[in-house]
Nanobody, 115 residues
């Protein structure tokens, strides 16, 4: 059974940090590129960051320099380290795992940045 389970979200003050995790099971995680997306109700889902199977990286301009994506294939896990969080980072963060054969989504973890 395919599963993607995100964790690590929560309430944090502006300037704080969180580390999101997404752990996969039921498929070959190491053969897939992985993305973190975020969505705010009423807005389009936004691609935040990508890490490919070869280690290629992408960051949205709004998070570059503050967020770091990484993966641990031995643990079937992708991480998103988020530093210097801002209120506009508040969203539901979801991981996405994809290759030419499949595309899987997690349910998401809520991040709220507020004082």
């Amino acid at each position: 059974q395919v599963q993607l389970v995100e964790s690590g979200g929560g309430l944090v003050q502006p300037g704080g940090s969180l580390r999101l995790s997404c752990t996969a099971s039921g498929f070959t995680f190491s053969s897939a590129d992985t993305d973190w997306y975020r969505q705010v109700p009423g807005k389009e889902r936004e691609l935040v960051s990508t890490i490919t199977i070869l280690g290629g990286l992408f960051y949205a301009a709004s998070v570059k320099g503050r967020f770091t994506i990484s993966r641990d294939n031995a643990r079937n896990t992708v991480y998103l380290q988020m530093n210097d969080l801002k209120p506009e980072d508040t969203a539901l963060y979801s991981c996405h795992v994809r290759n030419v054969r499949y595309s899987y989504w997690g349910r998401g973890t809520q991040v709220t940045v507020s004082s």
